[in-house]
T-cell receptor, first 115, second 115 residues
Framework: DAGVIQSPRHEVTEMGQEVTLRCKPISGHNSLFWYRQTMMRGLELLIYFNNNVPIDDSGMPEDRFSAKMPNASFSTLKIQPSEPRDSAVYFC?????????????FGQGTRLTVV | AQKVTQAQTEISVVEKEDVTLDCVYETRDTTYYLFWYKQPPSGELVFLIRRNSFDEQNEISGRYSWNFQKSTSSFNFTITASQVVDSAVYFCALVSGAGSYQLTFGKGTKLSVIP
């Protein structure tokens, strides 16, 4: 299996622009997570999907952030409009078990820079 | 509330030395899972181990070993005969409560192995 695939690996955009991050989870996994990593806050959960349904989006920082999972093999995280404070590494992870008693596998991350 | 503390921010060792990374966790749940992830300079998060709260057996995998002690709420990670390729940031994480899914990460320990 190719693992969790994220694209793009790096994204540089200007403040105010729309940014879309993409994720392909591991085939057969029914749980998908978006995490954000910053120096100040470390790794924090943004949103969790189970069977393509958003279960917990309490970590989404504000309305500028939205996430979708139209099918079991694809998810997007969109920021519109982007701001410099959104600069971070965004990770997608998938897991084969809702209860997380199996490990979550992470993608390589998307490093977002908003200038 | 759940919390993971990695008190060591940075550690430097000379190649072939043994090194232990500390992890202390807090939870009121009796069912929980503990994890270690490795983040090499390339940025991805690599799963290393998962341990559930009912299994206090220590584990060894090659040069890696883990010591889980519920009495001190610790889940320490030891690398024996360290190598330069072990240089990375190591994260300890916790999922707490039956049915839970959110990984709570520590701040990470940056390990530098000097040749």
């Amino acid at each position: 299996d190719a693992g969790v695939i994220q694209s793009p690996r790096h994204e540089v955009t200007e403040m105010g622009q729309e940014v879309t991050l993409r994720c392909k989870p591991i085939s057969g996994h029914n749980s998908l997570f978006w995490y954000r990593q910053t120096m100040m806050r470390g790794l924090e959960l943004l949103i969790y999907f189970n069977n393509n349904v958003p279960i917990d989006d309490s970590g989404m920082p504000e309305d500028r952030f939205s996430a979708k999972m139209p099918n079991a093999s694809f998810s997007t995280l969109k920021i519109q409009p982007s701001e410099p404070r959104d600069s971070a590494v965004y990770f997608c992870a998938s897991s084969g078990d809702r209860a997380m008693n199996t490990e979550a596998f992470f993608g390589q991350g998307t490093r977002l820079t908003v200038v | 509330a759940q919390k993971v503390t990695q008190a060591q921010t940075e550690i430097s060792v000379v190649e072939k030395e043994d090194v232990t990374l500390d992890c202390v966790y807090e939870t009121r749940d009796t069912t929980y899972y503990l994890f270690w992830y490795k983040q090499p300079p390339s940025g991805e998060l690599v799963f290393l181990i998962r341990r559930n709260s009912f299994d206090e057996q220590n584990e060894i995998s090659g040069r890696y070993s883990w010591n889980f002690q519920k009495s001190t709420s610790s889940f320490n990670f030891t690398i024996t005969a360290s190598q330069v390729v072990d240089s990375a940031v190591y994260f300890c994480a916790l999922v707490s409560g039956a049915g839970s899914y959110q990984l709570t990460f520590g701040k990470g320990t940056k390990l530098s192995v000097i040749p």
